[in-house]
């Protein structure tokens, strides 16, 4: 179960988002367009992700070749790809926020599944869903620790790309006048 969840879905997701770099110069300008500031396609990875951390889901998608292909499918064509179209169209403060909502979204399956009771998969047996809990829990500590270093480290190109930054010079700029605009600055 703990391989299904942390290794084989993060998986398909990662082909989805390689696809979408070698797809994006193709992508459609009315499909860039519709999808404003990344919102729609980010609501789709979000409702998506929902569904395959359902434990009925994993049971159906072991039980069933259809859904199993169907997992195959949505977790590539409908959360790598759209994640991958649409992370770049969202502001920097949109996806901290997606970020900072997707790491406790993780934990708290985990925890889910620690705390049950009972088996949550027919497939999987308790000690195999208490892997997965644990798994789930270590995986969202670990991004969230990797998110605070790249905090303090002052956010990396792949987390907040330059052109979503804020200026940030140690000298305030000057404007110049219509007459100085051909002229060189000079030196103090």
Avoid at 146 to 162: D, K, N, R, S, Y
Avoid at 173 to 179: D, E, I, N, P, V
Wanted: charged fraction near 15%.
């Amino acid at each position: 179960m703990a391989l299904h969840m942390a290794v084989q879905l993060p998986l398909l997701i990662a082909l989805g988002l390689v696809m979408a770099s070698a797809l994006r110069r193709w992508e459609p300008r009315a499909l860039a367009e519709a999808d404003w500031l990344g919102i729609p396609g980010l609501v789709l990875v979000g409702f998506v992700t929902s569904l395959w951390m359902l434990p009925r889901m994993l049971d159906w998608a072991l039980a069933d070749p259809l859904i199993d292909l169907a997992k195959f499918l949505s977790l590539t064509l409908l959360v790598g790809l759209p994640l991958g179209l649409s992370w770049p169209r969202m502001p920097g403060l949109g996806r901290a926020f997606v970020w900072a909502n997707f790491i406790p979204k993780i934990g708290a399956v985990g925890g889910l599944y620690l705390a049950a009771p009972t088996r949550l998969c027919a497939f999987y047996r308790l000690d195999q869903q208490a892997t997965a809990g644990w798994t789930l829990i270590a995986i969202s500590a670990a991004l969230g620790l990797a998110t605070f270093v790249a905090a303090l480290a002052g956010w990396p190109e792949a987390i907040c790309p330059p052109r979503a930054r804020l200026h940030n010079s140690a000298e305030p700029r000057q404007s110049k006048s219509a007459g100085d605009l051909d002229a060189p600055e000079a030196a103090d």
